[in-house]
């Protein structure tokens, strides 16, 4: 079992050009209505140098639906940066959070992986 709260998984790669028009991963929950009802439930943060400077993109729980989520952000609009952002042409960290207003057991949320490409071109 998992406290409530904020949880996350991180990935380190070599430097990778993300600068396209979309990214996408899949994200499952059993119930969404674990999640906080809020506009940051599920957060991807793509960052450079580390999370110091970093883009992040954000779903809403009303966005989610019970079970698989395909979860797909237009990396030309940010929810938000830290420092001065990420320079999306070496993006070496990705991470993905979730908030939770419940406790979770194993397996109750889940990704197919963390992404390391980009979606290019994908509509």
Same mark, same amino acid.
């Given at each position: 079992?998992?406290?409530? *709260? &904020?949880? #996350? ?6 430097a ?9 991963? /899949? ?9 906080a ?5 599920v957060?991807?943060?793509? *960052? &450079?140098? #580390?999370?110091?400077?970093a ?12 079970g /698989?989520?395909?979860i ?7 929810s938000?940066?830290?420092g001065?952002?990420a ?15 419940s ?21």
């Open positions: 079992t998992y406290s409530t *709260g &904020t949880s #996350g998984w991180y990935k380190t790669i070599g990778t050009d993300m600068d396209t028009d979309k990214h996408a991963f /899949w994200f499952y929950i059993t119930q969404v209505s674990e999640l009802n809020s506009d940051n439930a957060r991807l943060t793509l *960052g &450079t140098g #580390g999370f110091t400077n883009s992040y993109y954000d779903a809403t729980r009303d966005s989610l639906s019970n /698989w989520n395909s797909v952000h237009n990396l030309d609009t940010t938000g940066t830290l001065t952002g320079v999306m042409t070496s993006i070496d960290r990705i991470k993905i959070e979730v908030l939770a207003d406790s979770q057991a194993s397996n109750e949320m889940r990704m197919e992986n963390i992404p390391t490409r980009n979606t290019r071109n994908n509509r």
